[in-house]
Nanobody, 123 residues
Framework: QVQLVESGGGVVQPGGSLTLSCAASGFTLDYSAIGWFRQAPGKEREGLLCMYSNGGKAYYAGSVKGRFTISRDNAKNTVYLQMNSLKPEDTAVYYC????????????????WGQGTQATVSS
């Protein structure tokens, strides 16, 4: 059974950092693409970054390039989203998702999703 569980969200001041985790079970990261998305109130779900099975990375949101990075720990079957220099407009529910194909920034192309974790950037 494929399962994704996000954690690490919280409240942080502008300029601060958060590290989100996406723990995967029921499949191996070696044969999958993991994407990070976010959804702010009243907005569509936005693709941010994706990691290919070979460790390659793809960025889909220019607003986070240079501030957000994606990484993984195969031993823990976990993918991370490191978010630095956070801004109030980064406030959203953050989701990880998996597809057993190449990376995509389109939410509808992902089959399995985590429950999401809230990140709030506020002074």
């Amino acid at each position: 059974q494929v399962q994704l569980v996000e954690s690490g969200g919280g409240v942080v001041q502008p300029g601060g950092s958060l590290t989100l985790s996406c723990a995967a079970s029921g499949f191996t990261l070696d044969y999958s693409a993991i994407g990070w998305f976010r959804q702010a109130p009243g907005k569509e779900r936005e693709g941010l970054l994706c990691m290919y099975s070979n460790g390659g990375k793809a960025y889909y949101a220019g607003s986070v390039k240079g501030r957000f990075t994606i990484s993984r720990d195969n031993a823990k079957n976990t993918v991370y989203l490191q978010m630095n220099s956070l801004k109030p407009e980064d406030t959203a529910v953050y989701y990880c998702a998996v597809r057993f194909a190449y990376c995509s920034g389109v939410a509808a192309q992902y089959l399995y999703w985590g429950q999401g974790t809230q990140a709030t950037v506020s002074s």
